[in-house]
């Protein structure tokens, strides 16, 4: 893969377009500049297969699709530390990885589910996209990542920081 002159250009690297979401929607929204971000959780079965899809660019015709598995371990859970609640799925890709999250600020008056995307180097954040709000902006529940898991069999255990099957003690 060619290293990109900016970040925003890791947005455009050639992928086959992911057809619609099959199974439910995580995020759904337009993040600006004619770019659209898609994450969906495909159901898991008692195997713990399903998995997490992410489409970015223009709407219907994703310049990136990158397709991660339940069983990758790349869901990461709220801390149960912070003014936010918070959980994120990260899809890799070469170098790179692209943290779709979604988040809402427990201290805030009237609270209101925010969401978007980070473009990471290995640690270094190249890209911080956020959900622009409007009538086609899908954002679901929070838990909704933890949920998929435990239905897919998982469980997260606590002590090693890590999703897995079988009991987590």
């Given at each position: 893969m060619r290293p990109c002159l900016t970040a925003l250009a890791l947005f455009c690297l050639p992928q086959?377009?992911?057809?619609?979401?099959n199974g439910e929607v995580l995020i759904s929204c337009d993040t600006g500049k004619g770019r659209h971000l898609e994450v969906?959780?495909?159901p898991g079965d008692s195997q713990g297969n399903g998995a997490f899809t992410y489409a970015f660019g223009p709407k219907?015709?994703?310049d990136l699709t990158l397709r991660e598995e339940l069983s990758a371990g790349t869901a990461t859970p709220?801390?149960?530390?912070?003014?936010?609640?918070?959980?994120?799925?990260?899809?890799?890709n070469g170098g790179h990885s692209y943290e779709?999250?979604?988040?809402?600020d427990r201290l805030t008056e009237d609270p209101t589910?925010?969401?978007?995307v980070n473009v990471l180097r290995g640690e270094d954040l190249?890209?911080?996209?956020?959900?622009e709000s409007g009538p086609g902006t899908v954002i679901a529940p929070l838990f909704t990542i933890h949920d998929a898991m435990t239905a897919a069999g998982f469980?997260?255990?606590l002590n090693r920081h890590e999703w897995r099957r079988g009991g987590c003690g």
């Amino acid at each position: 893969m060619r290293p990109c002159l900016t970040a925003l250009a890791l947005f455009c690297l050639p992928q086959a377009a992911l057809a619609e979401c099959n199974g439910e929607v995580l995020i759904s929204c337009d993040t600006g500049k004619g770019r659209h971000l898609e994450v969906c959780i495909e159901p898991g079965d008692s195997q713990g297969n399903g998995a997490f899809t992410y489409a970015f660019g223009p709407k219907g015709q994703p310049d990136l699709t990158l397709r991660e598995e339940l069983s990758a371990g790349t869901a990461t859970p709220w801390s149960g530390v912070g003014r936010a609640i918070w959980e994120s799925v990260a899809f890799r890709n070469g170098g790179h990885s692209y943290e779709a999250w979604h988040s809402v600020d427990r201290l805030t008056e009237d609270p209101t589910l925010e969401a978007g995307v980070n473009v990471l180097r290995g640690e270094d954040l190249l890209a911080s996209l956020t959900c622009e709000s409007g009538p086609g902006t899908v954002i679901a529940p929070l838990f909704t990542i933890h949920d998929a898991m435990t239905a897919a069999g998982f469980c997260r255990d606590l002590n090693r920081h890590e999703w897995r099957r079988g009991g987590c003690g």
